[in-house]
């Protein structure tokens, strides 16, 4: 834990975010340009580093184009960067989760940053497939350039 909390105030140094605070169980949650929320959450046992972020939320609504989507992309790895999405089935959000390798990017914080924000923009694009598929949340269409999460 005592490696993570270094790690993490590395990354607070990098990018200027005094949010990035691991709680006690090794996880850290932040928001991102508000239309992300990442958590971090370091996994001891595993030596991984799981990242996960909130994509968009379905709403009930989507049609089957977004989940073949999905799908095609869970199963082949399909413009997931080696990730994996999966769908919480009480919000039906729509969440991206990605595993680094703990020991590998504790040793470059700022290059870490530098993946994470690859990461964001893949989150982008999927957000922007998913909206243009005529996703709607709570009843509205979602805002241009933008997901509802």
Not at 70 to 94: D, K, M, Q, S, V
Request: glycine share 10%; net charge negative; charged share 25%.
């Amino acid at each position: 834990m005592d490696d993570f909390g270094r790690f993490v105030s590395e990354v607070r140094a990098a990018t200027g975010l005094d949010m990035l605070v691991p709680d006690d169980t090794g996880t850290v949650t932040f928001s991102v340009d508000d239309r992300y929320v990442v958590c971090l959450q370091h996994i001891e046992a595993t030596g991984k580093l799981l990242c996960f972020v909130e994509v968009a939320s379905l709403g009930g609504i989507a049609p089957v184009k977004v989940y073949r989507e999905l799908l095609a992309g869970a199963l082949f790895g399909r413009e997931t960067a080696g990730g994996y999405f999966a769908l919480e089935p009480e919000t039906e959000t729509i969440v991206y989760n990605y595993l680094f390798d703990f020991d590998r990017v504790a040793k470059d914080a700022a290059a870490f940053v530098e993946e994470l924000d690859k990461l964001l923009s893949l989150c982008d694009m999927w957000a922007e497939r998913i909206k243009e598929a005529g996703v709607e949340n709570g009843g509205q269409k979602l805002p241009p350039g933008g997901m509802a999460v």
